[in-house]
């Protein structure tokens, strides 16, 4: 194969990939703000001033608010101040990072005022708690760099530079290291909230995974609860569970020196549906198998971007730390096992490429297209498997990817590779309960122009009730499927005329969780005070009071 097409197979892949990335949580621009400290100040942008437009859109185009203000605050100190105007004034509140968040729960006509974290980014080593200090506004690629370049550390987070840590880590986190390491959540050793007591008062807590600590029912919330349920987070501290001593180069992740990356183009023009259904049926029976949290294969991950027809060829995308013994032997037996019966020949393929760990995330991090395009529209559905896809399930697969209802080839099914070291973890342990998943599945279509709303939102929606028909619609927790993810947002899982399965959507994303999640809202939000339409809800009072 020609180096160039190769190149391009390699970008195509990784725009599927952090397409899907580059909608989950909330972010800011890639570049780092002013200094944070006291003496930047709370800036305030109101209607009329030539930067609001900027500030009251998402990555999503489809959501755009209408605030009487937005607050760009640079300290802790500002965040109090903002939520305590807006508590004074019964003001509805949201806040992001800077804006990746794929439902409305940030823009939408009933907030009043945003308070938006992108202006704090500083990442730092705090050596009074031996952990790493991340504010909330700090995007996923400075931090990678940021640990990486002073401390030869980083966290197991997502792929896509531009996503905010803010939401990321308060769903969970996830990425390419997480079969090695665990979910970003993994490694929070703290945060700091800032919050509303039942009275009104507005104050800064910081809660830790210690075992004494009085408030670590709150850092367990914010570990995979999601963004926007019990306060503003600041700021997280991260420290790797285990590790301990002053030396900061000893207390997070050291990611591979270098990894081997590869990407296997499928052309649709050879993919008949029966090929496509041994792709779909190869990569579950793959991932049954190898997905323990001791499995040799922790150190693989990538994803599977299977694309719109329209597209020309699906794509299996492929890392692994170059370092481990036997690495290239285990990706060839990987890539055999997964494209068997395919019509794929691996040994036409070029070599996988061999980059240091720092410049490969940041090419496919950086790689997407449609996910940088500043008019970017979309619409999204999850899933967690536990088993692979059934075959009536792949038949639907195959007939949406090659409909003729949409030619879009942004219109796609993202096979996210999880388990591993993930399942290390038992799901009361953090909130995130879907532990023993082997695929996180995500089904979306990302288009530029208003005018074709309707006919993606539709194909998506159509295709995510259909791959769920015999469950309601929805993926039910049932020893096949376990629920959704809650950075990807879904409105649709709580409107029973699309998910008549009779289980809620804060079952879908909490599953066991839920109820403590909620005792979580009823200590730290008890007012109700931050909210949004899939919030976690205050429990109901006990009968009769």
Known sequence: MPADLSRRLLLGAATALTATAAVDGVAAAAAPGPPSGPAAGLVTVTPGDPRYRELVTGVNQRWVGTPGRVHLPHSTADVVAAVREAVRAGRRVSVRSGGHCLADFVLNPEVETVIDMSTMTRVSYDATRRAFEVEAGATLLNVYDTLYKNWGVTIPGGLCYSVGIGGHVAGGGFGLLSRAHGLTVDHLHAVEVVVVGADGTVRAVVATREADDPNRELWWGYAGGGGGNFGVITRYWFRSPGRAGDRPERLL????????????????????????????????????????????????????????????????????????????????????????????????????????????????????????????????????????????????LYRYLTSTAVTNPNAMVVFNLVGGRIGAVAPQDTAVAQRGAILKVLYQSLWTSPADDDANIAWATGLYREVYAATGGVPVPDGRTDGCYINYPDTGVGDPGSNTSGVSWAELYHGVNHPRLQQVKARWDPTDFFRHPQSVRLPAPPPGR
């Open 253 to 396: 992740v050291r990611p591979p020196e270098e990894v081997l990356i590869s990407a296997v183009p499928i052309p649709w023009s050879t993919l008949t549906e029966d090929r496509f259904a041994a792709l779909v049926h190869n990569t579950g029976a793959w991932f049954e198998a190898n997905s323990g949290p001791d499995s040799p294969y922790t150190a693989l991950s990538g994803s599977f971007s299977l694309t719109h027809r329209s597209s020309g060829a699906v794509t299996v995308l492929t890392q692994i730390d170059a370092g481990i013994p036997g690495a290239r032997a285990l990706l060839d037996a990987y890539l055999a096992a997964i494209t068997a019966g395919t019509g794929v020949d691996l040994a036409a393929l070029p070599e996988p490429k061999r980059l240091p760990w720092l410049r490969a995330t940041r090419y496919l991090g950086t790689a997407s297209a449609i996910g940088n395009n500043p008019a970017v529209r979309s619409d999204h559905h999850s899933a967690y498997l536990l088993k692979g896809f059934t075959d009536e399930q792949s038949a639907v």
